[in-house]
């Protein structure tokens, strides 16, 4: 079967939905690059397959169903995901995903916002196995519900498992129950847990429904560092995990390095963040070769660099390759002063612009609600925001600033 090339990059999606279906052939490469996709509840079309969930729209801006990654690469880069709705999910699984065979899916330097789910998986699963990486680095996750048992990604079960390695990497998520909510969660084969280097603002990180329902299993190991945690729009408090009691032939290895709670380091992983079994607790600066890199891929450690063995990639010995192209856009020309516009489509909001933004400019586009632009954020005083409005049906426009010096030209013919 040939293996298949998509590219998606300088997207621009306002209710639509991007569905991939079935499995990849071998060797295939997606990447979803550059872009920006929104959708709400009230305006997508999609509607779920699964059956009995017919009924239940979640806005998805895109949708992974029964997706099956064989030796394949999957990239989402420096991309915005916005969806928006009581119940919003900007990523809908369907079916389960499944990672397999050296594969690698990786979320790197996005942004999420959503009412509700980042990821919500209906009756599905996530499985991360045959010697595959997912991978949730450098991006910004915003998901800020205050409801119980409402978590940013939600599935039925995790399993990270043949050597596999489960990452959560230089992240910011602002959230409110919990990062990850799951009934179960299994972790076996050799494989590798880690969260590092993150800001989670959240009541908790992980959290597993069913009491029994941690796995670790063959020399596995759970790597926790350099993170900081800190309550999020939940509750006043933050836990790494749930309560939770393993078999007893089945605790995790478990290593905790410089971690703060609430500004404070983290010396009791029980009493600060709740986890129920012993955590080896390394100062900070410490480094060992199963705490901070893949051990079945790792030769050797000098200081906290890891020293790969054949078959090992990247800083911490990863089973499957790293992509290339990954990182945040290079800084802009300073003599670059294209404003790209948004051509069609229906849209509710508009994000408030920063330093750095050339300027708004929309093109027949038709706003559902009247757009409010909080400058604010945008000093910029040797600047001009210009704002573009053209052939649009607008419903209003409101420009707030507090004071700061604020050049905005605004160009409206609609």
Same mark, same amino acid.
């Given at each position: 079967?040939?293996? @298949? ?40 079309? #999609? ?42 999910? @900007? ?8 990672? !397999? ?44 519900? /205050? ?50 280097? !993150? ?7 992980? #959290? ?40 007893? &032939? ?50 050797? /450690? ?33 003599? &670059? ?64 600033? /507090? ?12």
């Amino acid at each position: 079967m040939p293996h @298949a090339l998509v590219n998606m990059t300088n997207v621009t999606s306002l209710e639509g939905t991007i569905v991939m279906h079935g499995a990849m052939p071998l060797n295939s490469s997606v990447l979803l690059a550059n872009s920006t996709l929104r959708a709400t509840v009230g305006g997508s079309q #999609y509607v779920p397959t699964t059956p009995g969930h017919e009924g239940f729209r979640r806005g998805p801006a895109l949708v992974l169903d029964g997706v099956r990654l064989l030796s394949t690469r999957f990239v989402m880069t420096r991309s915005t995901l916005v969806c928006g709705g009581e119940s919003c999910a @900007a990523i809908l699984v369907e079916r389960g995903l499944g990672v !397999n065979l050296s594969s690698f899916f990786y979320m790197d330097n996005c942004a999420v916002m959503s009412r509700a789910h980042v990821m919500y998986a209906l009756a599905s699963y996530l499985r991360v196995s045959g010697g595959s990486v997912f991978s949730i680095q450098s991006s910004s996750w915003s998901a800020p519900s /205050i409801d119980f048992y409402r978590g940013a990604c939600v599935f039925n079960g995790v399993a990270v498992d043949g050597g596999s390695v489960l990452q959560v990497l230089s992240s910011t998520l602002r959230l409110g129950f919990t990062m990850l909510m799951t009934n179960t969660l299994t972790v076996t084969g050799g494989s590798w847990l880690v969260h590092r280097n !993150n800001e989670f603002r959240t009541a908790y990180v992980v #959290y597993v429904v069913n009491e029994d329902g941690v796995v670790f299993r063959d020399q596995s190991v759970w790597s926790i560092i350099h993170n900081s945690f800190t309550c999020g729009s939940y509750s006043p408090f933050t836990y790494m995990t749930s309560v939770w009691s393993p078999p007893s &032939d089945a605790r995790p290895t478990i290593y905790g390095v410089c971690n703060k709670a609430r500004g404070s380091p983290v010396t009791n992983y029980l009493e600060e963040l709740n986890i129920g079994v012993p955590v080896k607790a390394l100062d900070c600066g410490i480094c060992t070769v199963d705490a901070v890199c893949f051990a079945a891929r790792t030769s050797s /450690i000098s200081g906290c660099e890891c020293v790969c063995a054949a078959g090992g990639h990247g800083d911490t010995c990863l089973p499957a390759a790293v992509p290339d192209g990954l990182g945040p856009l290079p800084l802009p020309d300073a003599n &670059d002063t294209e404003v790209r516009c948004v051509h069609g489509g229906s849209i509710s909001s508009v994000d408030d612009p920063v330093p750095g933004v050339r300027g708004l400019c929309f093109v027949n586009v038709t706003f559902t609600a009247a757009i409010v632009l909080d400058l604010s954020r945008f000093y910029s005083p040797q600047h001009t925001l210009n704002i573009t409005l053209l052939q649009c049906v607008l419903m209003g426009l409101s420009i707030r600033g /507090i004071g700061a010096r604020v050049h905005v030209n605004v160009v409206f013919r609609c």
